[in-house]
């Protein structure tokens, strides 16, 4: 078992905030371009174990975690990482993004951004506990609204790896940096009326270093 600090009490920046001198907004942008430039074989949504939590991390400030992709299977995947002491943490409890690559019918910036609100405006579930304690889910889109990403080889939604642009929103945690010790972090939501269900158990270890290894 982790032994758990039950004296933190977590603190997480608020949608207004800018966040190392950038928006919210922006830094969902950017976990967006890291979770989409993942091939298949190492995308943290399709990692079971979190052997692949430290791939293509950010140089400093940020550590972007992952919950499983949408679907009817309603478990979780349990996953272990380890952080470096002095990084905050992103991560979404459930989002959506669609691009011009995925979704070829959708032809205008408002028909994705349309697309997107549609999926978001079904959330009926968005919880997130860091050691039993709840932190709050705020909603956040990209910014800018439209923004370009490349897709990497092999990549979740089978399509060519090119650039494209893209739309994303939804509900997401930003923890300002945890002190050093271990951390159980369980968050999950659920879109098209409970449907479809994301999320993830992380067993978290602040560490003092700078690789962030597993």
């Known amino acids: 078992m982790v032994e758990m600090k039950s004296s933190y009490e977590p603190d997480y920046f608020r949608v207004d905030s800018r966040p190392y001198g950038i928006s919210y907004g922006k830094w969902t942008v950017r976990w967006w371009r890291w979770f989409l430039s993942a091939s298949k074989s190492k995308n943290p949504a399709l990692d079971s174990t979190g052997q692949y939590a430290g791939e293509n991390q950010p140089e400093r400030y940020v550590w972007f975690l992952a919950g ?68 709050p889910a705020q909603r956040v889109q990209s910014d800018p609204v439209l923004f370009s990403v490349n897709l990497g080889k092999d990549n979740i939604y089978n399509v060519n790896a090119e650039k494209t642009n893209a739309h994303g929103d939804g509900y997401w945690i930003f923890l300002k940096p945890p002190p050093k010790g271990d951390y159980v972090l369980s968050f999950s939501g659920s879109c098209e009326n409970g449907r479809l269900k994301s999320g993830a158990n992380y067993k978290l270890t602040i560490q003092d270093n700078e690789s962030g290894d597993k």
Do not use: Q
Not at 70 to 86: H, Q, T, V
Not at 96 to 121: G, Q
């Open 68 to 135: 499983k992709l949408a679907d009817e299977n309603k478990s979780l995947p349990n996953r272990k990482c380890s952080i470096p002491l002095g990084r905050s943490i992103l991560f979404p409890i459930i989002n959506c993004e669609a691009n011009f690559l995925e979704f070829p019918e959708l032809k205008t910036e408002r028909e994705i951004i349309d697309h997107v609100t549609s999926d978001e405006n079904t959330i009926v579930e968005k919880v997130c506990l860091l050691n039993d304690v709840t932190v």
